[in-house]
């Protein structure tokens, strides 16, 4: 899946902390971009097949955006087969985000009220993270409702719209990581489990 939106998603299912959120999207951030423009490389290197390279940068890449513009360093088989193959991960987000938070509310929740009374639908759907269900219904929507004509109109300016939040989300993820503590003694164990 993509990493930012499923750290992003599990996060919220957990009721996590939102500084160790950040850093969590910093290395998974810090990471791919080496990866973006190596394994293109090491692909070459090894006479991989584009499609067999497309794979590979699907699967491994933890961001849309990086396995994007790394299958377009490859080729165009490669795009097409990287982005197939991360977008299907990224499906799964959704089902994901809702089994984590079913399991975090019925397995973590250690509160004395919680201790009482077994935790009600309300408590999942405050835990499961919102933005899924408006990832799941634009793709719904824009596959089987919307003309090909009415897309390519509004293509563009929500292409616009995008990339502004884009760039807003992720400053603002920016302002709150300090990469001196991503590499104190208590975030190595995180940061060596996921490289």
């Known amino acids: ?17 939102s500084k160790k959120l950040s850093y969590v999207i910093s ?31 699907g699967g491994s890449i933890d961001t849309s955006g990086a396995v994007v513009a790394s299958g377009t360093l490859v080729g165009e088989t490669a795009l097409k087969i990287s982005t197939i193959v991360k977008f299907s991960q990224n499906v799964l987000l959704g089902l994901a985000a809702f089994a984590i938070s079913v399991y975090w509310t019925y397995s973590h ?8 009374s077994k935790p009600t639908l309300k408590v999942i759907w405050e835990r499961f993270p919102k933005f899924v269900i408006g990832f799941i219904a634009a793709s719904l ?18 292409k616009t719209l995008q990339g502004i939040w884009f760039a807003l989300a992720f400053t603002s993820i920016g302002l709150e990581t300090n990469f001196k503590d991503l590499l104190a003694h208590n975030s190595r164990k995180p940061l060596f489990a996921f490289l």
């Open 1 to 17: 899946m993509c990493g930012v939106s499923a750290a992003i998603a599990t996060s919220g299912a957990i009721k996590g902390d």
């Open 27 to 57: 290395i998974v951030l810090v990471t791919a971009i080496p990866m973006m423009i190596f394994m293109p490389v090491i692909a070459r290197y090894f006479n991989f097949p584009e499609e067999v390279t497309g794979a590979w940068l």
């Open 109 to 116: 929740n250690t509160s004395a009220e919680a201790v009482e």
């Open 141 to 158: 929507i824009f596959s089987f409702l919307i003309t090909p004509e009415v897309r390519d109109t509004v293509k563009d300016s929500l």
